[in-house]
């Protein structure tokens, strides 16, 4: 069956650091790798898509990479601020006309000053 | 752009009584997703409609959860008789669909539901 991992464990950064949270998944082929935030008792918040073919895509201080050969994304974010404390989910989507999304249990960061 | 609106924020019911959740989507997204989130746990995708059509309820429990959005738009999420396990979060969501671009899902706060 369709599986995605993400880090186990909550990750403690310390602020400036990089943090990296990592996704791996089997049984699945996804066209479309997606990365959101939540914050406590609110929805997710669309971070950044990358597709099958794009190795790497970065905004402002967040890059992600997609390595479809290991079936694993890594989402690293540079010079971590307290507010980037939150859970990370990852999302995989296949290329269908009826596009949906599949999570994983998401990763959650703390950043301490 | 007004984001993805939800009601109720929290609904408390015993078991076996029915509850209804009501979701607007951003407006001219025509997809529209409802997922069910237990503590702890990613989004678990229930039901998926384009405009009024459903296009997943694969893993929507039909005997107990029924869905709908009339004309496109709004959508109601529906579940008779309520079971413990119910209890979770209800999040709705829309995107434009993926020929639109490499766009995101919008999401709404959700619903908490907790059925005791």
């Known amino acids: 069956s369709q599986k995605i991992e993400q880090n186990s464990e909550a990750l403690n950064i310390q602020e400036g650091k990089t943090a990296t949270l990592t996704c791996n998944y089997t049984n699945y082929s996804p066209a479309y790798l997606q990365w959101y935030r939540q914050d406590p008792g609110r929805g997710p918040v669309f971070l950044l898509l990358?597709?099958?073919?794009?190795k790497e895509k970065r905004k402002e201080r967040l890059k992600v990479t997609f390595d479809t050969t290991l079936k694993q994304s890594l989402f690293h974010i540079t010079a971590s601020q307290p507010a980037d404390s939150a859970t990370y989910l990852c999302a995989l989507e296949r290329d269908s006309s009826a596009s949906k999304i599949i999570f994983g249990s998401g990763t959650r960061l703390s950043i301490r000053p | 752009e007004a984001g993805v609106a939800q009601s109720p924020r929290y609904k408390i019911i015993e078991k076996r009584q029915s509850v209804a959740f009501w979701c607007n989507p951003i407006?001219?997204?025509?997809?529209l997703y409802w997922y069910q989130q237990i503590l702890g746990q990613g989004p678990k995708l229930l039901i998926q409609?384009?405009?009024?059509?459903?296009?997943?309820d694969s893993q929507l429990p039909k005997d107990r959860f029924s869905a709908e959005r009339l004309k496109g738009v709004d959508s109601t999420l529906k579940i008779q008789p309520a079971k413990l396990e119910d209890s979770a979060v209800y999040l709705c969501?829309?995107?434009?669909?993926?020929?639109?671009?490499?766009?995101?899902?919008?999401f709404g706060s959700g619903t908490r539901l907790t059925v005791v």
């Open positions: 969501a829309s995107s434009l669909g993926r020929r639109q671009g490499n766009y995101g899902y919008t």
């Open positions: 990358i597709r099958e073919n794009e």
């Open positions: 409609f384009q405009n009024n059509g459903v296009v997943d």
């Open positions: 407006s001219g997204h025509a997809t």
